[in-house]
């Protein structure tokens, strides 16, 4: 009996001397838990993720970018690791949010990555259910695109301007600054997207209440056009329905100026950035596939992916093509956790001041 419990007592000996040591050498034990996986920084951190993404073998990406440019940036990178089969669910990123927070709340965990608007993302922060997380690719981007407590770093940005209908308005009558929007000649033809709070949140920031206030009072004596929808409202200009908006997203402009479309655009400086940003949801199922997929999306090689779709990178070591979509003009972009705990003051104010003065 001495002689059992001496071995027993031996091998528990054993297993905490390893533990210790591995502890000591910066190694995340097995079976370790969600923080000690996403945090880790230890030198052979790849090939933990790697070994780690091979033994889960899956990868669920929820996002609000659209099919036909998520789905070939996940192709590259199931080539790179093509042990991980990829799924995509995508929809806006107010959708996929309340998906994502509904269905922990039920205590359903199917996603692994959240790349979607900051706002978005930090909803799923204040719900307690997005995970820190650290990935050596953040240290290249700058301060504004990335969360000071590692929940969130930047992908691409969605930059406001103005947008309008070449056969209808001329360049030289086409606004260069916010004051222009307020002329007379613009009464009653300039569409507003109807949930671009952000847009109201960030120059009021910028500006101070009481000159963003006063622009927005008369910005709505102007009688502006609500639709809802970004890419609608592109497409009425197209259409030249609505002769022209402020707050049209510059990229989607440019793609339908290279085709030939009656639309041109410049920034109102500064311009609004929304960023759209990558999160870990702290019951991921597939954490190791998560994080190298984080790091991929973020790499210099992930980022020129998105180049290549027309979007605008958030690294800043990899320019825009053409590079005009975020060079040689001013913008700013509001903190998504200030913006959320805001919101409702924002969005009392913009129902206020734009929608419901259009009723």
Avoid: C
């Avoid at 002689?3 to 097995?30: S, Y």
Wanted: net charge positive; hydrophobic share 45%; glycine share 6%.
């Amino acid at each position: 009996m001495r002689i059992g419990r001496l071995k027993i007592w031996t091998a528990a000996a054993l297993v905490l001397v390893w533990a210790l040591v591995a502890v000591q050498a910066g190694a995340t034990p097995v079976g370790s838990s969600m923080a000690a996986i996403a945090m880790y920084k230890g030198a052979d951190r790849q090939a933990r993720l790697e070994a780690g993404a091979r033994q889960e073998g899956a990868l669920m990406i929820y996002t609000s970018m659209d099919l036909e440019e998520s789905q070939p940036i996940l192709e590259v990178f199931m080539k790179k690791y093509p042990y991980i089969r990829g799924e995509v669910y995508r929809a806006p990123g107010e959708d996929v949010a309340q998906k994502l927070i509904t269905e922990y709340r039920g205590r359903k965990y199917l996603a692994d990555v959240f790349e979607g608007t900051g706002i978005d993302v930090a909803k799923m922060i204040k719900e307690t259910y997005g995970q820190a997380f650290f990935t050596p690719r953040a240290g290249a981007y700058p301060r504004q695109a990335k969360d000071p407590k590692g929940f969130w770093v930047a992908t691409r940005y969605n930059i406001l301007v103005a947008a309008w209908n070449t056969n209808v308005v001329s360049d030289a009558d086409s606004p260069r600054t916010y004051e222009d929007l307020l002329n007379p000649r613009w009464r009653g033809r300039i569409g507003i997207e109807a949930t671009d709070q952000v847009w109201l949140g960030t120059l009021l920031e910028l500006w101070g209440e009481a000159k963003a206030m006063e622009f927005f009072r008369q910005l709505s004596a102007q009688q502006p056009l609500i639709r809802t929808g970004h890419t609608l409202l592109a497409e009425l200009i197209v259409a030249g329905e609505v002769p022209m908006s402020p707050t049209i997203y510059n990229h989607r402009s440019e793609r339908l100026k290279s085709r030939r479309a009656p639309i041109d655009w410049r920034p109102l400086q500064p311009a609004v950035a929304i960023p759209h940003v990558i999160g870990l949801p702290n019951r991921a199922p597939h954490p190791h596939a998560a994080l190298l997929f984080i790091d991929f999306l973020l790499s210099r090689e992930g980022q020129q992916e998105l180049v290549k779709l027309g979007r605008i990178p958030a690294y800043p070591l990899v320019n825009a093509v053409p590079a005009y979509l975020n060079q040689g003009f001013s913008y700013k972009v509001i903190d998504p956790s200030t913006f959320l705990d805001k919101y409702q003051r924002y969005d009392a104010l913009w129902q206020d001041m734009i929608i419901r003065a259009r009723r």
